[in-house]
């Protein structure tokens, strides 16, 4: 879906998405920041019910809406480092597109139906489908209907379910009860609205977790104002302190060898509030690279107070 040398899915949707303008109007806006979102999902949901090897890259799941050129906007900073974003998983529409996500990769994971050769697509036009069979092959006992809308108007899909009886949506639970006159062949529709996209199963599948309100699901126990990622570890080359603060207040990071020795002190002063990013790059407060081997960062910040082991692997 997206690779390392393609522009963002997300910053092409809120820079050159579709809309429906209607007079002074706008009814439909794919450039709006939550449209935008809702339709990362519903791409997802044909990319990952279909077998194969699959791509993402950097927050693709939490909708990454920095240009691959970013910062200068031109192809010199293409392979630049890029903002890691981990302050979106506070936000309740890009928390649920990162679950939305995780709830279709454990389809493939946990259901084989999602990973046989025996299904068709019909995605030629706005209204899309993917049709999934059990042959056997894979051990299923279930077969699938993925639906969608790709316009920004209403549109009628043409399901094509295999069999009559109930067919069960994944991401809501509800579910249609299919007559002899609905199922494949009879020309029956469904009409769904700009972005509007199902998962239908003939199996009922336990409901996926897609609660909003557990913010920061990579964050450790902390003073409410104080936020904080270290990564990568181990490290190689650099090692990135990210960390928010909601006040502002003294920040002192410091690394120690595993006798209790001081070599780097990374930051130690007054800091405003907002997200703060600082690079360390294995040398010690002399400038010298540090071996390899452990060492252990040390966090204050107020009442804050953090210590945990790193690994540098760069000599």
Known sequence: MESHDEERLMYRNINYGNMNIQGI?????????????????????????????????EFGERGYDYSINWPSMT????????????????NPNRLLLYKKYAALIN?????????????????????????????????????????????????????????????????????LDIQTGQIAGNNFTLQYAPGEYHIYTDVKLPLPDLDTT???????????????????????????????????????????????SEIKTIVN??????????IWDGTNNSGKK????????TIHSGNYTKTQKIIYIGN
């Open 214 to 260: 557990t913010q920061g699901i990579y964050k450790v126990p902390q003073q409410d104002y104080f936020n904080l990622w270290v990564y990568p570890n181990p490290f190689y080359s650099e090692q990135t302190f990210y960390y928010t603060l909601s006040l502002s207040g003294v920040v002192c990071i410091k690394i120690f060898d595993i006798l209790g």
């Open 75 to 90: 192809s010199e900073t293409r392979t630049d480092k890029k903002p890691p974003k981990w302050d979106y998983m506070h």
């Open 269 to 278: 002063n007054e800091q405003p509030a907002g997200t703060h990013t600082l």
């Open 25 to 57: 109007d706008t009814l439909y806006n794919t450039r709006n920041t939550n449209t935008a979102l809702d339709r990362m999902s519903e791409v997802a949901a044909f990319f990952f019910t279909v077998p194969g090897p699959k791509m993402l890259w």
């Open 107 to 175: 389809l493939k994971k946990n259901f084989p139906l999602f990973r046989t050769s025996n299904y068709e697509m019909s995605v030629g036009n706005y209204d899309k489908r993917i049709r999934l069979f059990d042959d056997g092959s894979v051990g299923s006992n279930m077969s699938a209907v993925v639906l969608g809308n790709f316009d920004v108007v209403q549109q009628p899909v043409w399901p094509e379910f295999s069999h009559i009886g109930k067919w069960y949506d994944y991401f809501l639970g509800d579910s």
């Open 290 to 297: 540090i071996k390899s081997g452990s060492y252990y960062y």
